[in-house]
């Protein structure tokens, strides 16, 4: 689980059995972690959390911020890093869609801790993400309207998260 350190109170974390944090351990396990937002983005908005790699041995390690309209793998943005490939990615669908808007390459090491803060436009179908010290920009795709539900993502790794912390531009 991620220290208590990364953030300065347990609430900001999903809540688990041992109220701790969240640990994805399986993909399958990706609806179990989506979020619905009591109000839709519709506008501006920006999303911060945290996640790291909690397999060991393996060279499989990912994690992701996962953004959608619907509840559906097929139509979610997701942006994080292919630690194992050692990219910072954003793509929308399923892992075989992987750098589909934005693959950047980046030197981190796999054990570290990352920082996001994705920032978008609906309107202007924008984003922009600071993963650590690497920024990037990317298109949205155009069918994605407003932001329904966040989540966190992994593909056949385990991986801890903070709870997504959402700011928006609206009253």
């Known amino acids: 689980m991620l220290p208590s350190t990364l953030l300065p109170r347990s609430e900001h974390y999903i809540q688990k059995q041992q109220n701790k944090g969240a640990s994805i351990t399986r993909a399958n396990e990706l609806f179990k972690h989506f979020l619905k937002l009591p109000e839709p983005i519709v506008g501006q908005?920006?999303?911060?959390?945290?996640?790291?790699?909690?397999?060991?041995?393996?060279?499989?390690?990912?994690?992701?911020?996962?953004?959608?309209?619907?509840?559906?793998?097929?139509?979610?943005?997701?942006?994080?890093?292919?630690?194992?490939?050692?990219?910072?990615?954003?793509?929308?669908?399923?892992?075989?869609?992987?750098?589909?808007?934005?693959?950047?390459?980046?030197?981190?090491?796999?054990?570290?801790?990352?920082?996001?803060?994705?920032?978008?436009?609906?309107?202007?179908?924008?984003?922009?993400?600071?993963?650590?010290?690497?920024?990037?920009?990317?298109?949205?795709?155009?069918?994605?309207?407003s932001i329904q539900y966040l989540g966190l993502y992994n593909k056949e790794t385990a991986t801890d998260f903070t709870l997504p912390i959402v700011e928006t531009d609206s009253p």
């Open 45 to 145: 908005a920006t999303v911060r959390m945290k996640y790291r790699s909690a397999s060991q041995g393996q060279a499989t390690k990912n994690g992701a911020l996962l953004i959608a309209e619907k509840p559906s793998n097929a139509s979610s943005v997701k942006v994080g890093t292919a630690i194992g490939l050692g990219q910072h990615v954003a793509f929308q669908g399923g892992w075989n869609q992987l750098g589909s808007l934005l693959r950047k390459k980046a030197k981190f090491d796999a054990a570290e801790t990352f920082e996001l803060e994705l920032s978008f436009d609906l309107e202007r179908h924008t984003a922009s993400a600071t993963i650590n010290d690497s920024s990037m920009t990317f298109k949205l795709p155009p069918d994605l309207k």
